[in-house]
C-alpha cells in the first residue's frame, strides 16, 4: 500500500527556528504513522483541483496564532499574533476538503479554525478562575483532564473515559459557541470548554484543542493512535474509487 499523502498547514513567510521545529513535529507523528507529510503554505491558491492536482489525501491543521475575530463577527478584544492570509487559505482549504470528504485531523489553532468554518465563534480569552490554566507557561505545556463522550471515534480509540493532555491556548471553544454540524466529543473536566470535535457525516473529521504531537510532553506517545486512525482513513480515501 501507498503511503496517504498528508498535507501538512503553516504560517507563510520564513518560519522562526521554534516554529520550525514545532512543524516538524507533526511531520515525524505522520511518518511514524506510515504516511507522507507535504508541507502547506498560504501561498497556494486553493480550490478542489489544485487538491487533486497534488494529490493530497489527508490534512492536517496546525497550531499557531489566533484567529482574526471577524471571521466569527466579533471585535478584537483579546487576540493576538493574527495572520488574515493564513485565515484565508486554511478556511478556503477547510471548505474545500470538507466537498471531496477528505479526512481532516484538527490540532489546537486548527481546532479552533475548523470550528469557526463550521459557522462556530471562540472565546477570546479564558480568564483565570473561572476557567483553570489552559495556556504554557514559559513555554512549558499546561496539564489538565478532560471527559470523552462514549460513542465517539476518540473514545473507541483511546478506550477511557478520561484522559490527561497538554494544554497551550488561551482561547477556547465553549458548548455554546460550537459550530453546526459539528458534535463534541471531549469536554475539559467540570468546564464548558470543548476539547474533541468530529463531524460524524464525514469519513474522518476530528479537531482536538491539546497537542498529540508533542511527545516531549509528559503525555509521552499517548494519543499516537489517533494519527495511526487518520493514515488509515486516508489511505482508505485515497484507495479505489
Not at 463522550?149 to 484522559?163: C, E, G, N, P, T
Amino acid at each position: 500500500m501507498l503511503k496517504p499523502r498528508i498535507g501538512v498547514t503553516r504560517k507563510g513567510g520564513t518560519p522562526s527556528q521554534t516554529q520550525k521545529t514545532a512543524y516538524q513535529l507533526y511531520h515525524t507523528r505522520v511518518e511514524e504513522a506510515a504516511g507522507d507529510a507535504v508541507e502547506l503554505s498560504p501561498t497556494h491558491k486553493i480550490s478542489r483541483e489544485w487538491i487533486h492536482e497534488q494529490s493530497i489525501q489527508g490534512l492536517i491543521m496546525t497550531g499557531g496564532g489566533d484567529l482574526n475575530p471577524l471571521l466569527y463577527g466579533e471585535q478584537n478584544r483579546a487576540s493576538r499574533n493574527i495572520d488574515d492570509q493564513r485565515d484565508r487559505f486554511e478556511i478556503e482549504l477547510l471548505r474545500a476538503a470538507l466537498e471531496e470528504d477528505i479526512p481532516v485531523f484538527a490540532i489546537c489553532r486548527g481546532f479552533q479554525i475548523l470550528n469557526v468554518a463550521c459557522g462556530g465563534k471562540l472565546l477570546q480569552d479564558i480568564i483565570t478562575p473561572p476557567y483553570r490554566q489552559h495556556a504554557a507557561t514559559d513555554g512549558v505545556s499546561a496539564e489538565h483532564e478532560i471527559e470523552l463522550a462514549k460513542d465517539s471515534r476518540i473514545h473507541a480509540l483511546l478506550r477511557k473515559s478520561s484522559v490527561t493532555v497538554n494544554s497551550r491556548h488561551h482561547q477556547a471553544v465553549t458548548r455554546q459557541m460550537l459550530g453546526c454540524p459539528l458534535v463534541a466529543t471531549a469536554c475539559s473536566l467540570g468546564e464548558d470548554i470543548v476539547e474533541a470535535i468530529e463531524r460524524p457525516d464525514k469519513t474522518w473529521f476530528v479537531g482536538v484543542q491539546w497537542h498529540p504531537e508533542r511527545i516531549e510532553d509528559n503525555i509521552k506517545d499517548s494519543f499516537q493512535v489517533l494519527f495511526q486512525d487518520f493514515i488509515r482513513a486516508a489511505a482508505e480515501w485515497a484507495g479505489p474509487k
